[in-house]
């Protein structure tokens, strides 16, 4: 009877606990939604104009992920509760030479081109913006705003007017180099290791323009050596629009609990980004990286993004064998929670008003529970699964990017001083 008593206790307390639980997810969620819908979300780095200049993508309609390899679009921006976007005028590394400079300044321009018509075309969706203010006006009408960055410095060649054009056209920050080292930095990925130990000196007088400019200077995807030279030169902060935590991910690309440090020092803000293999360290699987091996080799390209500097027929049977090979061999994806433990791990060392989004999207960003922009809200239900406060995540979803938007943009005229 005692064992009957306690056993029938025990599967009481099993319900009533089971019940309770439930009930404090449903208000866990319900919170986490209203919170997600009142706060301006910003993601501050997505490849999407690759696909925009590629032709024959509908950024008006609601792609599917996992069929078309786009992960943004304004329906899935809507659904996602994402407000702002910064669209990344793209060139990967290409000829250090005065020809190769000169095509990269064509094609850089052709994707600003593509860029602009297409918000010409869905202006009743989407608007540019230049400034927080811009963006938060633009969301109040319901479409979404569209900010501009340029990935890889390669593109302006030794030309420093390119900054100035960039700007005029909407460019808000640019990323120094790419994954390869350029004219104007060491990358923190060259197999080739360091060529300047940090900046060049056409890199330092690259910073000092984009400062006079109010072009926020992105340090993603730099060297170490080159991410303290830029915090040493600038006289505004500094960002990495799409970066993690090395100390929780031990990848080039993120950055050291010193450089964070660093970054805080200097007033500026790290970007989460959720692609996997900066998130969390994947096991390798052999399978997959030999198929995408014999893939690279078959198209002669060094990485997937090299898909886009293919013909447009071979980019389509490129596409397709690379979805085979997906559906053949599926990557192991990160979680919200592993993305969520750098967010943990960047507030304590530096605080909550050092860190943010940019999830990279449409340039390898994906977890398995936050695949696309339509997923953004569970971002913000494992913050307040987290005990995030309202203020923090509004903070992290746009407050710390734009306060460093206008501090640039005063820096230019020589009111801000970070000494």
Sequence with gaps: MKYLFRSTLSACLAA?????????DAA??????????????????????????RGGFDITKDNDARTTNSKVDYPRMVRGGLDAIFFAVYLGQGPRTPEGHETAKKRALEIFDAVHTSLKNTSSMAALATTPEEAIKIGKTGKRAIFIGVENGYTIGHDLGMLQKFYDLGTRYMTLCHSSNNDICDSSTDPKGAEYQGLSPLGEQVVKEMNRLGMIIDVSHVSDSTFYDVIRLSKVPVVATHSGAKAICNHPRNLTDDMLKALAKNGGVVQLNLLSDYVKTIPPSAEREAAMK???????????????????????????DFMEL????????????????????MVKLIGIDHVGMGADF???????????????????????????????????????????????????????SLK
């Design 362 to 416: 449409d340039g390898g960003g994906a977890l398995a529970d936050c695949f696309d922009v339509s997923q953004y809200e569970n971002m913000t239900i494992e913050l307040v699964r987290r005990g995030y406060s309202k203020k923090d995540i509004e903070k992290i979803w746009s407050g710390n990017f734009f306060r460093v938007m206008k501090a640039v943009e005063k820096g230019k005229t020589g009111e801000v």
């Design 28 to 53: 866990l969620l319900k919170k986490a939604k209203k919170i997600h819908d009142k706060a301006f979300t910003l993601d501050t780095h997505a490849d999407t104009p690759m696909l925009l200049a």
């Design 326 to 345: 997906n559906k053949k061999f599926p990557v192991q994806l990160a979680t919200v929670r592993d993305a969520i433990d750098h967010i943990d791990h």
């Design 16 to 24: 009533a606990t089971f019940t309770v639980s439930a009930q404090d």
């Design 294 to 320: 014999a893939l690279y080799t078959k198209y002669n390209i060094k990485d997937r993004r090299g898909m886009m500097t293919l013909p447009e027929a071979e980019q389509q049977k490129a596409r397709a």
